[in-house]
């Protein structure tokens, strides 16, 4: 029996034809995304209604969505954060969801070093104005014998914490759930939250997006933190409050940012944030690479097929 995938993440065949040819050798028919960004309710909904199964970007997954899905078993989440699925209306409606946990992990964790640096060094800045013809060597900072601290201590902030030590610097982290022997191994010291926020010369958020931490870092988290600091966001948007964090920038506290996700995607000109100075900015793109797609794209056509068989799949939410 065919059975039909929707695949609502971007670039699937160009950048994850493994995955592809994993589903349709099972037997899937493929339907994709062909928009380039998350898709509408309204496009969503004129395609649904045949789906088995779906390979889910950020587009919204609630129960509107749902009820006009009958045939939908399983949601497999094209990445980490679930914060667009409501996960326990899929649950009342018997669809599983399950993510790609760990699989971009390294990506995001490279990304979060590229842009500390790039943020200490001025390297936007640097390639903006050598390209302009000006000859402006502006003076930055070095990361060696530096604090970072990290907010939340799970699959991405681990892998950072590693690559962090051959740039000898101290690393302390903050969980809710701590993990001593990852921390120990990786000599890293678990301290609480405003530890990390009062000692760390570069503080990374790496938080999951929940109710909880919503606003994370709001103006009174930003004013703990050491003048002339730096602060990292390649997690969510919404563990942070963007006036403060703009404020933080332009009073001089932060003496620099570096932020890869919004508290409103996609984010435009007009956001205030981009006036301040200090600021390095990507379009959540820490994710973003072959290795990533490649591998995310056959970990998510593989619980779906599991899923669909009666298989219990990996990394079920
Ligand atoms: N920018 C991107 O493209 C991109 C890509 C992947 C993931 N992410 C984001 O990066 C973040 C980290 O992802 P991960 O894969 O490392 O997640 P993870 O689940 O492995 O780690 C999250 C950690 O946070 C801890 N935690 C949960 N609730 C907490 C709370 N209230 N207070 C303190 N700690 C808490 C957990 O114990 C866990 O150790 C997530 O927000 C994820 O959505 C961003």
């Given at each position: 029996m065919t059975r039909t995938v929707l695949v609502t993440a971007t670039n699937y065949s160009r950048l994850c034809s493994e995955g592809k040819a994993l589903l349709e050798a099972n037997g899937c028919r493929v339907i994709e995304?062909?928009?380039?960004r998350p898709m509408t309710f309204q496009e969503l909904s004129d395609r649904v209604g045949?789906?088995?199964?779906v390979v889910a970007g950020v587009d919204t997954w609630n129960d509107d969505v749902f009820a006009i899905?009958?045939?939908?078993?399983v949601i497999s989440r094209?990445?980490?954060?679930?914060?667009?699925?409501?996960v326990e209306a899929a649950r009342a409606r018997n669809i599983k969801v399950t993510n790609a946990a760990g699989g971009n992990a390294n990506a995001v964790a490279e990304l979060t070093i590229g842009l500390i640096i790039s943020a200490m060094r001025g390297i936007p800045e640097l390639h903006a104005s050598t390209r302009k013809g000006?000859?402006?060597?502006f003076v930055g900072e070095e990361l060696i014998g530096r604090t970072v601290g990290i907010l939340g201590f799970g699959n991405i902030a681990q892998k950072i914490a590693k690559k962090l030590k051959g740039f000898e610097v101290k690393v302390l982290a903050y969980d809710k759930f701590p993990n001593a022997e990852a921390a120990n191994a990786l000599g890293v010291e678990l301290v609480d939250a405003d530890t990390v926020l009062t000692q760390s010369d570069i503080v990374c958020t790496m938080l999951p997006s929940l109710p909880e931490t919503r606003?994370?870092?709001?103006a009174d988290r930003f004013a703990m933190m050491k003048d002339g600091a730096y602060f990292i966001n390649t997690?969510?948007?919404?563990?942070?409050d963007e006036t403060a964090l703009k404020s933080a920038l332009d009073t001089g506290k932060l003496r620099g940012a570096a932020i890869?996700?919004?508290?409103?995607?996609?984010?435009?000109?007009?956001?205030?944030?981009?006036?301040?100075?200090?600021l390095v900015t990507t379009?959540?793109?820490?994710?973003?690479t072959y290795e990533t797609y490649s591998s995310i794209g056959v970990l998510t056509a593989q619980a779906v097929i599991d899923a669909l068989e009666g298989r219990e799949p990996r990394n079920l939410l």
């Open positions: 995304n062909d928009f380039g045949d789906a088995d199964a899905a009958p045939r939908l078993k094209f990445g980490v954060g679930v914060d667009n699925i409501d000006a000859w402006d060597r606003q994370f870092m709001n997690a969510r948007g919404a563990l942070v890869d996700v919004y508290e409103r995607e996609p984010t435009d000109a007009t956001n205030p944030l981009f006036q301040a100075a200090g379009p959540h793109t820490a994710a973003e």
